[in-house]
């Protein structure tokens, strides 16, 4: 269990609309196989699969200073993207050849503090590492780990 930082305020009503964590990893070979397996071991909490565009996203070179706005783009992709969506359409999961995201979208619940949705995401990462059948391999080459809050 991770427990919450003495020192971090707690709002009553934080101004968070989303938060998504994500990894992206080397390519997993068997990813429809995968996706299925890690799914059908969580289809009772994400009854929802979706296929939709895949994207690719760069890598952070965090040595290189912008000379002007920071700007994000959302590169084309060979591939799908699986979502698996919760039954109360609050938490999402998007995974591709070598992307693992979790959303939790407001919706009409309240934010449930990021200690509970870091849980739950190594949860579901977890599961889904163990369904490559190639644990060792999808953990052994993280590229990049990111959380991004939605106000």
Do not use: C, K
């Not at 709002?11 to 990893?25: A, K, M, R, T």
Request: glycine share 4%; aromatic share 12%.
């Amino acid at each position: 269990m991770v427990e919450r930082p003495s020192g971090l305020p707690n709002y009553s009503s934080p101004p968070v609309d989303e938060v998504i964590i994500s990894i992206q990893f080397a390519s997993v070979g068997s990813f429809d196989a995968a996706v299925d397996s890690f799914w059908e071991s969580v289809r009772n909490e994400f009854p929802s699969d979706e296929t939709r565009p895949g994207f690719d996203t760069p890598i952070e070179n965090l040595l290189a200073r912008p000379a002007g706005p920071v700007q994000q783009q959302i590169l084309p992709f060979n591939g799908v993207r699986r979502w698996l969506v919760s039954a109360d359409d609050t938490l999402l999961i998007q995974i591709q050849n070598n992307l693992f995201t979790q959303n939790w979208r407001r919706r009409e619940h309240p934010y449930p503090r990021f200690e509970s949705l870091y849980e739950s995401y190594w949860d579901h990462f977890d599961g889904f590492v163990t369904a490559t059948g190639h644990p060792d391999e999808v953990m052994a080459s993280p590229r990049q780990v990111e959380v991004t809050y939605v106000n």
